[in-house]
């Protein structure tokens, strides 16, 4: 019989319903019955397309006696970390503050039946492993905290209060410093000693993408021809394209790699990596004129188009599992590929089948992941990929979750505005997301954070949507010159500086959770980074001051941290520099604007805005005056250069 969560929206919740445990969402509900009946709290954090989410339900949550456990002393509440972003950073900083290490998803939280957390953990398996707490089974772990709280125990009780009052304690920075040009040095330098040379990335394994990290490096590339910062970017972008955590076959990328070569993914993928990915990879094509990286970024733009979308929203994600098993959509048995190549008329098949590492014994549980390890993918592979396609058609496609998030969709809209300087259909694409965007998002003068298409939102937005959404509006008014952007941008901008913004620090939400945003670029791009991108830009293109100013206090605030430790916040690192350089403003007329938007886009100067006048000729601005015009626009360049 299903419990509570039947009657959720959220597709991760939905997942849970049939669940022996008495869930409860996120509500006053739980808390009352908690408190009235003297229960542990048991929080449990995750989201639809996470493989050890996956893994707990199968071996706890649909447990019976785990499940009797917590029913009897427990009021047991589910959490979908995508719907309630604030909620997850909260208890994620819980258990950063009881482990002293970072947490991850399943989130599993204990609280006292007055909901002050006093017991972090993630993934817990069903029985005890060892003798000590951190090998403590979840049957032995509910049953000890269950008579604990049931005793009143007041050491447990104390533990939760001293845990409450870390958490309620503000933090400062330490001092302010000067920002300086020179922060860059001590950021290539922390970049140098992360990076992994034989593959590129910054790790060994698991390694993730770094989006933020390799979109910096591009940046000083441009700003100070770094031939270190290039090179890193290169081997790192060309390693990632070569197959395995990036789907060579229906196009898209992972959300990290198990190995430290890119070969084995974890196979969900994620709309946040694929936009940040796609921006990179257009930016990269744009900069170095690299036809692959155009290839991937338009492949990545065409997967999310084509299995990831509806009426032109995007959902959010897709899992790792079918089938019940990991992968099994994305792999290949030998003979299978073998079958497929020779009923197609190929002949030279044994080499073919070793370039895409096709063998027998597999190189992922005894089958195939599609890669190549050469310099460039052969040509023939255009055609056999229709001939892998076609197999994956008999196969079951991985769950979809089919949120929208504004914070999310945004950032692809943006990518699909740079794609759109080198081909229009992007551009188009990218019109009407966002004006389907804003017309689901966006209700009676109020912002939301996430909804399932065509249901009504509910979860009002965060400050990443704010500075995702405005973000993309930004790119939407270079994209067209449509002037409603610019005052949409502006209106997100204001009401994110009402609302989240206080002498420089930034709060992620209010009301239940009054959280501070991360600057550091964790998962994806921090929020308050994203914030400094848009003042800035709107303090350019309105010749607005106090756009300025509220993004230069904010540098300001962070800036100890991000002189010392600049790896950790490569995007705020980027913001600095633009905040130190200054933007430049290309005006023309609509006609120069529009037939020159590709090379517009391909500037070597990183910080660059087109604005419509009625310019014949190209005038190349400051943000406070223009001080140069001309005919030619490969003359652009050399006068920006000579600027500084």
């Keep these: 019989m299903p419990n509570r969560l039947e009657k959720e929206d959220s597709p991760y919740l939905q997942q849970h319903k049939e669940n022996p445990v008495d869930w409860f969402a996120w509500g006053d509900e739980a808390f009352a019955k908690a408190k009235k009946g003297n229960k542990a709290i048991f929080i449990s954090i995750g989201y639809s397309s996470c493989h050890w989410c996956h893994v707990m339900e199968e071996t706890v949550f649909e447990n019976q006696e785990c499940a009797d456990i ?57 029985e005890s492993q060892q003798g000590s707490i951190e090998g403590m089974g979840f049957k032995e772990l509910t049953k000890l905290i269950g008579s604990k709280v049931k005793e009143n125990d007041p050491q447990l009780y104390k533990n939760a209060d001293e845990v409450e009052s870390f958490l309620k304690t503000e933090k400062h920075p330490t001092e302010a410093t000067v920002l300086k040009e020179e922060f860059t040095k001590n950021f290539m330098l922390q970049v140098k000693n992360n990076y992994e040379p034989r593959d590129g990335g910054f790790s ?88 692959s990286f155009l290839i991937t970024a338009k492949e990545i733009a065409d997967f999310w188009y084509n299995f990831m979308s509806e009426d032109n929203l995007f959902y959010s994600a897709s899992d790792a599992d079918s089938e019940g098993e990991e992968g099994i959509y994305f792999v290949y048995t030998y003979d299978e590929v073998y079958k497929s190549l020779s009923d197609n008329g190929y002949e030279n098949i044994e080499e073919m089948l070793a370039e895409m590492e096709v063998t027998h014994d597999g190189n992922f549980e005894g089958k195939n ?14 055609k056999v990929k229709i001939l892998l396609q076609d197999l994956r058609k008999n196969r079951e496609y991985p769950f979809i979750d089919k949120k929208v998030q504004t914070s999310w969709s945004s950032m692809m809209i943006k990518a699909l505005f740079t794609l759109g300087t080198i081909d229009s259909k992007y551009k188009d694409r990218a019109v009407k997301s966002l004006d389907a965007l804003l017309r689901t998002m966006f209700i009676d003068s109020k912002l939301y954070h996430t909804t399932l298409i065509h249901k009504t939102p509910k979860v009002e937005a965060f400050l990443e949507d704010y500075a995702y959404l405005a973000q993309a509006l930004i790119a939407a008014y270079n994209a067209t010159q449509d002037e409603l952007y610019l005052i949409q941008a502006q209106r997100f901008a204001n009401i994110a500086l009402e609302e989240f913004y206080k002498k420089g620090s930034w709060n992620f939400s209010n009301g239940e959770f009054e959280t501070k945003a991360d600057i550091a670029d964790n998962t994806y791009t921090s929020s308050v ?88 000729s190209f005038m190349v601005c400051g943000d406070k005056n223009c001080f140069a015009n001309t005919d030619n626009i490969n003359k652009i360049n050399d006068i920006i250069k000579n600027s500084f």
């Design 70 to 126: 917590l029913n009897e002393h427990f009021v047991c509440i589910k959490v979908d970390r995508e719907e309630r972003p604030d909620i997850d950073k909260h208890y994620q900083e819980v258990h950063m503050l009881l482990n002293r290490r970072a947490g991850g998803w399943p989130t599993s939280i204990f609280c006292t039946p007055q909901n002050k957390p006093f017991f972090a953990g993630t993934y817990i398996p069903p």
């Design 529 to 616: 980074s994203i914030m400094l991108d848009v003042l800035i830009s709107l303090g350019t293109l309105l010749e607005d001051e106090k756009y300025s100013h509220f993004a230069f206090k904010t540098l300001e605030y962070n800036s100890y941290e991000l002189g010392r430790r600049p790896v950790i916040y490569p995007y705020m690192l980027r913001q600095m520099l633009r905040h130190i350089r200054g933007d430049r403003v290309i005006k023309s007329n609509a006609y120069n604007l529009g037939a020159n938007s590709y090379e517009l886009s391909s500037l070597e100067y990183p910080f660059t805005h087109k604005k419509l006048s009625q310019d014949a």
């Design 369 to 382: 992941i599609i890669r190549f390890n050469g310099e460039k993918i052969p040509e023939y592979f255009d």
């Design 204 to 291: 060994v394994s698991p390694k993730f993408p770094h989006a933020s990290t390799l979109g910096t490096l591009l940046t000083i590339d441009k700003l100070y021809d770094d031939k270190a910062a290039k090179a890193m970017l290169i081997h790192t972008l060309e390693s990632m394209k070569k197959g395995g955590m990036y789907d060579l076959v229906d196009g898209g990328f992972c959300r990290y790699s198990v190995d430290s070569e890119w070969r084995v993914p974890h196979f969900e993928k994620m709309l946040y990596d694929n936009a940040l990915l796609c921006d990179l990879y257009a930016n990269t094509y744009l900069t170095y004129k690299d036809e």
